[in-house]
C-alpha cells in the first residue's frame, strides 16, 4: 500500500484500507460524526455529480470523476480515525482515493470494491476545527470510465474507541471464510521459570488449562537486532489471566522472549489463516524492547517466502504492520497505526489467497495485495531486544485466537 506521514498531533505513519460491509446503510457508533458525501463542498478540481443508489445513506451518494478535492468543515473532539464509505467503478486499474485533515494527507489506497465498503484511515485529530477532505487522485478515460462513489464520511471520537482496561474472553465463533481452531485465555497460571528451555525448540513448555500447548524459542536462538539469547525461562509466566512477558535485563543485559502456540494436529503450521491476539504494556518506558507478532514461513527461506508482521515496534511507540512481499527480491507494505502499547487493543492479522489484511480493534488499516505468501507459516508472538538500557516492565496478552482458512 504506502507509507506516509502525518503532522496533525504527532509524526506518524498511517493507512486507508478497506474491509467489506453489508451493502445496507451502516449504523454508526457513539462518539462518531458522521456526513452525507453529496453535502460536501468542491475544494479543488472537478468532475462531480449526485449519485442515486437505494443502498446508499439517504438514497444518494457523490460520484468523482475528476481529479477532484470535496471538503467540509467541522468542529471535532479528540479523534482517531476516518471512515469513507466508497465504491469504484474500474478502468484498466482502480481509483485512488486519498483522505486529508486541513490538507495534510493521513491515508491514500486504491478503491477496489463494487459494493459499499468502509475504508478507514488511522490518525491522531486534535479537539478543533477543522477541514475534512476526500480526494480522487487518477481520473482515467479511454473507452470506459474510472470513477469513485464516495457514500458518507465519518470521524471517529477517541472515546468511541477506548477498550476498557478489563480482561475480556477470546472470541471462539467462526467466521465467515473461517473455521475457529485455537484459543487460550492463559486461566492455568504457569510461575516465572516454567518456560525455561535450553535447547529444544520442539519441546512443549506451557499447556493451558483446556490442553493447549506452546512452544518457545531455546536460549541457543538469537534475537534480530542485538543477537542476545532469548530467555524463556527469564522473562514468561501466566498468572491472573494472562501471559505475561516480564521484560528486564538478564545477566546484565535486556532479553526478550519468543513464544509459539501449536495448533489442531500437533503442528504449528498453516496455509492461510487468521490470528488475534489483545495486548498491552505496563509502562510506557520500554524503549529496548521490539515487539514483532508474526507469521514465518516452515522453509526458513527469507525473504522468498514472505513475513507478516502485526503488531510490531519499539514498546515505547506505537504499532505498526508490515506484510513483506514473498519474492526473492523482497519488498514491503506497510503502515503505521498511531496507536501506543500502553492501552489493550486487539491485533488481527488475516492471511488468505491474494490478500494481507492486518485489523486493530476490528479496524481495517493495511489491505496488502502484492507477492502474498502461499506456503505454510508458524505464528510466533516475538519480544525481542533491541538497544541497551535498564527499563523493566510487563507486556501482557490478555488472550489468543486462531482461525483456519474455509474458503469462500
Not at 543477537?227 to 509466566?237: G, T, W
Not at 525473504?303 to 510490531?312: R, S, V, Y
Amino acid at each position: 500500500m504506502f507509507r506516509s506521514c502525518s503532522a496533525i498531533a504527532l509524526a506518524v505513519a498511517v493507512a486507508w484500507g478497506g474491509v467489506q460491509v453489508v451493502v445496507a446503510p451502516a449504523a454508526r457508533a457513539a462518539g462518531t460524526t458522521a456526513i452525507e458525501a453529496d453535502a460536501m463542498s468542491v475544494l479543488t478540481g472537478k468532475g462531480t455529480t449526485k449519485y442515486v443508489d437505494a443502498t446508499a445513506s439517504g438514497g444518494t451518494a457523490l460520484a468523482l470523476t475528476g481529479a477532484v478535492t470535496v471538503a467540509t468543515n467541522l468542529s471535532l473532539p479528540d479523534s482517531v480515525r476516518v471512515v469513507v464509505r466508497a465504491k469504484a467503478r474500474q478502468c484498466l486499474g482502480a481509483p485512488i482515493g486519498r483522505v486529508s485533515i486541513d490538507g495534510v494527507d493521513i491515508g491514500t489506497s486504491p478503491v477496489t470494491a463494487a459494493t459499499w465498503t468502509d475504508y478507514t484511515a488511522t490518525a491522531p485529530i486534535a479537539a478543533g476545527a477543522h477541514t475534512v477532505g476526500v480526494s480522487f487522485t487518477n481520473p482515467f478515460w479511454l473507452g470506459c470510465s474510472r470513477v469513485l462513489y464516495i457514500d458518507t464520511v465519518s470521524i471517529v471520537a477517541a472515546t468511541a474507541s477506548s477498550s476498557p482496561d478489563t480482561l475480556t474472553a477470546a472470541p471462539v465463533a467462526d467466521l465467515p471464510g473461517w473455521t475457529h481452531t485455537f484459543a487460550d485465555n492463559f486461566t492455568r497460571d504457569a510461575p516465572l521459570g516454567s518456560w525455561a528451555n535450553l535447547s529444544n525448540p520442539t519441546k512443549v513448555v506451557y499447556v493451558g488449562s483446556d490442553g493447549q500447548q506452546w512452544l518457545t524459542y531455546p536460549q541457543t536462538f538469537t534475537d534480530t537486532y542485538q543477537h542476545r539469547p532469548y530467555r524463556a525461562d527469564e522473562v514468561l509466566s501466566v498468572s491472573n489471566g494472562t501471559m505475561d512477558f516480564y521484560l528486564h535485563n538478564v545477566a546484565g543485559q535486556p532479553a526478550g522472549a519468543n513464544p509459539s502456540p501449536v495448533l489442531p494436529g500437533g503442528t504449528q503450521y498453516q496455509t492461510y489463516g487468521r490470528y488475534s491476539a489483545r495486548l498491552k504494556v505496563d509502562t510506557p518506558t520500554l524503549s529496548e524492547y521490539h515487539i514483532a507478532f508474526l507469521l514465518w514461513p516452515k522453509s526458513e527461506l527469507w525473504p522468498n517466502d514472505g513475513e507478516e508482521d502485526f503488531p510490531e515496534g519499539a514498546l515505547s511507540s506505537t504499532s505498526n504492520a508490515y506484510a513483506h512481499y514473498a519474492r526473492a527480491t523482497g519488498g514491503q507494505d506497510g503502515v503505521g497505526t498511531g496507536v501506543m502499547f500502553t492501552d489493550w487493543h486487539v491485533y488481527t492479522i488475516e492471511w488468505l489467497p491474494g490478500h494481507i489484511r492486518f485489523y486493530l480493534d476490528d479496524d481495517l488499516v493495511l489491505d496488502s495485495t502484492k507477492y502474498i505468501p502461499s506456503k505454510p507459516m508458524r505464528w510466533q508472538l516475538q519480544v525481542e531486544t533491541d538497544g541497551n538500557g535498564t527499563n523493566s516492565g510487563h507486556l501482557l496478552v490478555d488472550w489468543v485466537s486462531v482461525w483456519s482458512y474455509a474458503g469462500g
